[in-house]
């Protein structure tokens, strides 16, 4: 129902207060039909918003950061709000890190995203989650929230092949990861004039230096990796 009006306001309790809506189809929409949506598929078609987050299922003990249970529905939510209109998009994020496969399998739906797509994010943008920060249009950090820049940790099992193998995919996963925030700093005022590789270095230096390096948002803006604080 994305394309629709509100109708009227009810009388009693909190919920029957809430806004109704009336659809295209002229299909009176409840409030509790909305609230279901969001808590069930992590979506608002009638404000076009998106909530990424983890996996909430209650046996849920990894903290629910970036996997396939975050990366799927995510995926289809974004097929269903692009077909619906080319009106903006506006993501809500409360994510970890995580995987770095269905990680980037976010970041490149979002970056190649046929509406303007703007990504809220609240508690932190940390290691995967602050590579699919990247992807949107715009960018919001709240207020009390952080950035977390590191090299990501691998868990290896197999013979010395395997493990050789999964090192290569590793370096080139973080050399993409340098590159991405490079440019991404490289229109900021703060590394104006810098080359792509003077930037990629700088940041791999502080990396390694500090292994885990936080941002609060106000440096994430200064560094061009946020467009605005609330």
Known sequence: YPLCRILYYGKGDT????????????????????????????????????????DLNENITDG???????????LRNMDYLEHQSSKPITIKMCLSGGDTTYGYAIYDRIANAKCHVTIECFGHASSMSGIIFQA????????????????????????SIDVSENIKMNDKDNVIMLKLFAERCM?????????????????????????????????ALAWGLCDEVV
């Open 187 to 219: 229109k900021s005022k703060t590394f104006e004039g810098w080359t792509l590789n003077k930037v990629m270095k700088f940041l791999d230096d502080a990396m390694r230096k500090k292994g885990d390096l936080f941002l609060s948002p106000e440096e």
């Open 15 to 54: 919920m029957s207060r809430m806004p109704r809506v009336l659809s295209k189809n002229n299909v009176i929409i409840e409030p509790s039909q909305i609230l279901s949506e969001i808590h069930t598929f992590g979506i608002n078609s009638l404000t076009r918003e998106i909530y990424l987050n983890g």
């Open 136 to 159: 949107a249009d715009w960018r919001i950090m709240a207020k009390h929230s952080h950035y977390l820049l590191h090299y990501g940790s691998i868990e290896i099992a197999g013979n």
């Open 64 to 74: 629910g950061g970036v996997d396939f249970r975050c990366a799927a529905p995510f």
